[in-house]
């Protein structure tokens, strides 16, 4: 089933990273891995010489190892500490399109294998498990054993506070949890796609696929699809934009576009201080005070990120097969928009604290990838 055409006023997919991306004042973006070539080479030398294949996702470990999801290749491969690339064994498993990555506090892989509409876990001593997904491509098995569910692409994966996997079930139009016993449960979206400011999570619809998350301590949730919403006391709200270098939510809950909103190609990322949005314009840094803080910005920036921490990030470039290293002045008390009380609700009757705390997490998931190697493999 072909995914519904992106909403008219939605920007256009990713493109390149912009040479000419003009950082804030400590921002810096350097090449990590790959050389902008497409291809599969490089395995047991130095990551900035090796060939990717439009990279999907990027996690890291604990001890400091990026996993990349070579979505185009079909495997995860691994940069370490000094900068070596190789490819990831999963034993006897085939991948297909891994187009998602999640890592937990323990430095348990999550992949999502979104070609064979499943999740799995890779342990840190090589073990190979299917946590979800393991019956096909569809929709079933709310609030029974995610192994025995049906998914259908998987994008955006991330690890929340209480353990629970969390991701965007692409083309069933849905974020999903997987909790720490294994049962799986919608948590936004009635499967429906259409253009809605706002509503009730369990009927709201999508203008887009959900391709990231990112989630807090509180239960709070923000979803980038082709616009940004915020999710509190299961209420989605649309996140636009409050004067030149703040956000807020719209009370709206028409089918139209708020103004000031957040759209186009969106990614999200987080740590247990801010929310981070690339987009095509530029990266952004989403304080809880309703602070904006402009990190990298230039056209066609969007691609999928995760963050380390506040200074350190990653983020991937599909079109250019490429991975960027973050590395971002620190959070300071005062910045621009500045508004006062740094606790104040700049969402007025919604009132999350935030954010986000996965911090190893992320993942979010390349559907621009899967969706343009599915169209060359046809």
Do not use: C
């Amino acid at each position: 089933m072909p995914l519904p055409a992106r909403a008219a006023d939605a920007v256009s997919p990713v493109e390149p990273l912009a040479a000419e991306a003009a950082p804030a004042d400590g921002s810096t973006a350097t090449l990590y891995a790959g050389t902008g070539e497409a291809g599969y080479s490089g395995d047991d030398g130095p990551a900035t010489a090796a060939a990717l294949n439009q990279p999907g996702a990027v996690a890291v470990t604990p001890d400091g190892v990026v996993y990349v999801a070579d979505t185009g290749n079909g495997v995860v491969r691994a940069v370490s500490a000094d900068g070596v690339i190789r490819t990831v064994p999963v034993g006897e498993v085939s991948l297909s399109y891994p187009s998602s990555l999640a890592v937990d506090a323990a430095g348990t892989i999550y992949i999502g294998d979104s070609g064979n509409a499943r999740i799995l876990s890779l342990s840190p001593g090589g073990d190979v498990a299917v946590v979800a997904g393991d019956n096909g491509a569809g929709f079933a098995g709310d609030g029974g054993p995610a192994v025995e569910a049906q998914l259908r692409d998987v994008s955006g994966l991330t690890v929340d506070a209480d353990g629970g996997l969390v991701f965007g079930d692409l083309r069933n139009y849905r974020v999903r949890r997987i909790n720490a016993d294994g049962v799986i449960d919608t948590l936004i979206g009635s499967g429906d796609v259409g253009l809605v400011a706002g509503g009730d999570a369990a009927t709201f619809t999508f203008p887009y696929a959900p391709i990231s998350t990112a989630d807090d301590p509180d239960g709070g949730r923000w979803v980038a699809s082709t616009l940004l919403y915020g999710l509190s006391d299961n209420v989605m709200r649309a996140v636009v934009r409050d004067g030149d270098s703040r956000w807020t939510y719209s009370e709206s809950q028409s089918a139209e576009i708020p103004d000031g909103a957040w759209q186009g190609t969106l990614y999200l990322a987080a740590t247990a201080n801010a929310r981070y949005l690339s987009t095509d314009d530029g990266l952004y840094r989403f304080h809880p005070d309703g602070r904006v803080e402009t990190l990298l910005a230039g056209p066609s920036f969007a691609g999928p990120l995760t963050m380390v921490d506040d200074q350190l990030g990653y983020l991937v470039d599909p079109r250019q097969h490429k991975v960027y290293r973050l590395e971002l002045p620190a959070i300071s008390a005062a910045g621009p928009g500045n508004g006062g009380d740094s606790d104040a609700d700049p969402g007025g009757a919604v009132r999350p604290w935030w954010v986000l705390a996965a911090a190893a997490a992320v993942a979010v998931a390349l559907l621009v990838a899967v969706v343009a190697v599915r169209r060359r493999k046809a």
